[in-house]
């Protein structure tokens, strides 16, 4: 099974600021197979981005990915007030599932 | 518009079982491969379940595979979770979601919260 770890934890940072994030799978992950979701409290996931840099319907262009392998990331480049939330890598390689634990952005 | 509503939710005891279901409409079902995430209080989303279009093709995540049964009826445009022996570490929200072709949980329901406790 592939695991997937994102990196950091908690991302404290400031409306208007770049927010990066990492994906890193234990082994090589088709990039058609990397997604990233959204979270917000009390709600289900939002899909983001598939196919690793793909965004979803109604997505704004400040959402980009990137990333190769074992590699991804997701990349914020001016946080909104409605960009707070928890976000979400996930690959696919049937049989599994799997996401990875998750990245909480967080108002400095 | 897709929409998708679980049902079935509650508190068990451990050892017990429940069943969750999903109704779904807005959506070609039977064509539709179907799956179950749950997220525990406070944790992360974990892929539980998979099925696919006819039913006839399922696959489980190890926590639950032996335990938890996936099922659909096309008929009436739903999907089924049965859990057996629910363990304490069950205890999460059970989302039903669709699986896209380009590879994504693309509608989610609401979610049904489970809670397995004495």
């Known amino acids: 099974e592939i695991v997937l770890t994102q990196s950091p934890g908690t991302l404290s940072l400031s409306p208007g600021e770049r927010a990066t994030l990492s994906c890193r799978a234990s082994?090589?992950?088709?990039?058609?197979?990397l997604v990233w979701y959204q979270q917000k409290p009390g709600q289900a996931p939002r899909l983001l981005l598939y196919?690793?840099?793909s965004r979803a319907t109604d997505i704004p262009n400040r959402f980009s990915g990137s990333g190769s392998g074992t590699d991804f990331t997701l990349t914020i480049s001016r946080l909104e007030p409605e960009d707070f939330a928890v976000y979400y890598c996930?690959?696919?390689?049937?049989?599994?599932?799997?996401f990875g634990q998750g990245t909480k952005v967080e108002i400095k | 518009e897709v929409q998708l509503v679980e049902s079935g939710g509650g508190l068990v005891q451990p050892g017990g079982s429940l069943r969750l279901s999903c109704a779904a409409s807005?959506?070609?079902?039977?064509?539709?491969?179907m799956t179950w995430v749950r997220q525990a209080p406070g944790k992360g989303l974990e892929w539980i379940s998979y099925i696919s279009g006819s039913g006839t093709i399922v696959y489980y995540a190890d926590s639950v595979k032996g335990r938890f049964t996936i099922s659909r009826d096309n008929a009436e445009n739903s999907l089924y979770l049965q859990m057996n022996s629910l363990r304490a570490e069950d205890t999460a929200v059970y989302y039903c979601?669709?699986?896209?072709?380009?590879?994504?949980?693309?509608?989610w329901g609401q979610g049904a919260l489970v809670t397995v406790s004495s």
């Open positions: 979601a669709t699986w896209h072709w380009l590879l994504y949980f693309d509608s």
């Open positions: 082994q090589s992950v088709a990039s058609s197979h």
């Open positions: 807005g959506l070609s079902f039977s064509s539709s491969e």
């Open positions: 996930q690959q696919y390689g049937r049989p599994s599932w799997t």
């Open positions: 196919g690793a840099s």
